[in-house]
Antibody, heavy 122, light 108 residues
Framework: EVQLLESGGGLVRPGASLRLSCVAS????????LNWVRQAPGKGLEWVSG????????HYADSVKGRFTISRDNSKSTVFLQLNSLTAEDTAEYYCAKDQYDSGTFSNFDMWGQGTLVTVSP | SYVLTQPPSVSVAPGQTAKITCYGTNIGRYSVHWYQQKPGQAPVLVVY???GRPSGIPERFSGSASGNTPTLTIRRVEAGDEADYYCQVWDDGSAHYVFGTGTKVTVL
């Protein structure tokens, strides 16, 4: 069974940093792109960042580029998201999501974790 | 950046059919995917590549892209289908995943 388990969320002050982790199981981790998607309270889904299976191709949403960094450790089936210079607008549930295809392309999200909540507040 | 627009809400009686559209410039050149999100839960992929259905998704859920307007259709709607639904594409030009604005389906 495919599982994604996020951790690392919490309450932080504006300007602070946080590191999210997502541990995967049930599939050949190194073959698939992994992503972070967030959802602010009462709002829609917003893609944040994605990383290819081998880690060489990385993309960011414009809203987080230069502040967030995605990485992965294929030996530990884990993907990370480093969040720096956090603002209130970054408050959201952060989901880890697996791409459907192992072809190296980016397409859609066929499996999601349950999310970890990041709250940025004075 | 690429924008996908959905109707904010759709209301449907039990047993009837709900249709949710997704509009975007030249959307016919994209593969469109659809997600269901129930309150307090993570999204679930219900249609991929315009009309594919993942295993475990009821046949009542179907997708189409005819007439250049991607549409998610839910037949014989049940109370348990009440949720938010999002369309999504991968935009090669910007190298971004893009979600639609979301549609809240209410079962009357």
């Amino acid at each position: 069974e495919v599982q994604l388990l996020e951790s690392g969320g919490g309450l932080v002050r504006p300007g602070a940093s946080l590191r999210l982790s997502c541990v995967a199981s049930g599939f050949t981790f190194r073959k698939y792109a992994l992503n972070w998607v967030r959802q602010a309270p009462g709002k829609g889904l917003e893609w944040v960042s994605g990383i290819s299976g081998g880690g060489k191709t990385i993309h960011y949403a414009d809203s987080v580029k230069g502040r967030f960094t995605i990485s992965r450790d294929n030996s530990k089936s884990t993907v990370f998201l480093q969040l720096n210079s956090l603002t209130a607008e970054d408050t959201a549930e952060y989901y880890c999501a697996k791409d459907q295809y192992d072809s190296g392309t980016f397409s859609n999200f066929d499996m999601w974790g349950q999310g970890t909540l990041v709250t940025v507040s004075p | 950046s690429y924008v996908l627009t959905q109707p904010p809400s759709v209301s449907v009686a039990p047993g009837q059919t709900a249709k949710i559209t997704c509009y975007g410039t030249n959307i016919g050149r994209y593969s469109v995917h659809w997600y269901q999100q129930k309150p307090g839960q993570a999204p679930v992929l219900v249609v991929y590549d315009d009309s594919g259905r993942p295993s475990g998704i009821p046949e009542r859920f179907s997708g189409s892209a005819s007439g250049n307007t991607p549409t998610l259709t839910i037949r014989r709607v049940e109370a348990g289908d009440e949720a938010d639904y999002y369309c999504q594409v991968w935009d090669d030009g910007s190298a971004h995943y893009v979600f639609g604005t979301g549609t809240k389906v209410t079962v009357l």
